[in-house]
């Protein structure tokens, strides 16, 4: 059969999905300001104890000698790092975090070489340690390094994907609620429109009812979630979206929401998300989120000219 249902979607498989798309987190803006302030506290920290030599250098001189190895350093180590999460981005959680641990055998090797160079065009003091003491030295650096980046992309990969209700702290409201959505004032599709039932409803298992509240995509399964549970159906989650038609709304690569469970916009770890009906926090991605508040405030509008009394002159 091309779609069953079945009580929930495998961990690895969930797993991977979060990680299918963190290459791109590891470039972001976010990421970015936060490797160049790291870079910034190694900076100052080299300049001010001087390891492995430069000593004699004047200050200035000293923040040139390891302003330029970070300059030379930073940005490769990083695109090895990205490289490294794009090549391994279907695999699991661990592997790739040891995929990430075993890129230093290539970052330390570019780093070290790109320290001697710099060395020699100052006062070449490095060679006095011998090699293996400057290997070590940048292995370090790399790893630790590395370990906070990662972490950090670690934490945005969470916060992108999660979509269960809010437990970490409450959440700060960015614009006003939508409409009171009970469920007898609700238009399904957007108002003004003729409903039609879709051919999704007839994949969803019975027992979890027909009421959607919002779809996750989980590997090759589209994760359905009602107001009376949850399944999760084999098929492709952009076919999915299109059988459920103007009822909901797109707002990340990996979760579709219906209009009539939206309750308003919040935000949680910097991250924008929409509250829906049973205290699900769903995250809408940068991508999308001119597209979602458009296609709210659309649904809102019918929401209100569904609710507005019959002119007494027509």
Not at 14 to 23: D, I, K, S
Not at 133 to 146: A, Q, R
Not at 196 to 211: H, W, Y
Not at 217 to 241: N, P, Q, W
Request: charged letters at 20%.
């Amino acid at each position: 059969m091309d779609s069953t249902c079945s009580s929930s979607v495998r961990d690895d498989d969930a797993n991977a999905q979060q990680w299918q798309f963190a290459y791109r987190e590891a470039l972001s803006p976010y990421i970015i300001k936060r490797v160049l302030l790291i870079v910034g506290l190694y900076l100052s920290l080299y300049s001010a104890i001087c390891p492995l030599g430069a000593n004699d250098l004047p200050l200035t001189q000293r923040l040139a000698y390891f302003g330029l190895c970070a300059a030379l350093c930073t940005p490769l180590c990083h695109a090895e790092y990205v490289v490294t999460l794009y090549l391994t981005r279907f695999w699991t959680t661990c592997r790739i975090a040891l995929a990430v641990a075993a890129y230093t055998l290539v970052a330390t090797p570019s780093s070290t070489a790109i320290a001697y160079g710099v060395d020699t065009m100052f006062h070449g003091e490095l060679s006095a340690h011998g090699l293996p003491v400057v290997f070590l030295f940048m292995t370090l650096s790399v790893v630790l390094c590395t370990a906070v980046v990662h972490y950090l992309v670690a934490q945005r990969v969470r916060n992108e994907s999660a979509g269960a209700p809010a437990t970490e702290s409450v959440p700060e409201p960015v614009s006003p609620d939508l409409p009171d959505s009970r469920p007898e004032d609700r238009a399904e599709p957007a108002p003004g429109t003729r409903p039609t039932r879709s051919k999704f409803l007839d994949r969803v298992d019975p027992e979890i009812g027909r009421d959607i509240i919002f779809l996750k995509m989980s590997d090759h399964y589209v994760e359905v979630v009602t107001a009376k549970g949850r399944c999760a159906i084999l098929m492709r989650f952009a076919d999915a979206v299109a059988e459920l038609g103007g009822t909901g709304v797109r707002v990340h690569r990996s979760y579709w929401v219906a209009y009539r469970h939206v309750n308003g916009w919040a935000r949680r770890n910097q991250r924008t998300v929409l509250r829906l009906d049973g205290g699900h926090m769903i995250p809408v991605s940068r991508t999308y989120l001119d597209a979602v508040r458009a296609a709210l405030e659309r649904y809102r509008a019918g929401v209100l000219a569904t609710r507005r009394p019959p002119s007494r002159h027509a």
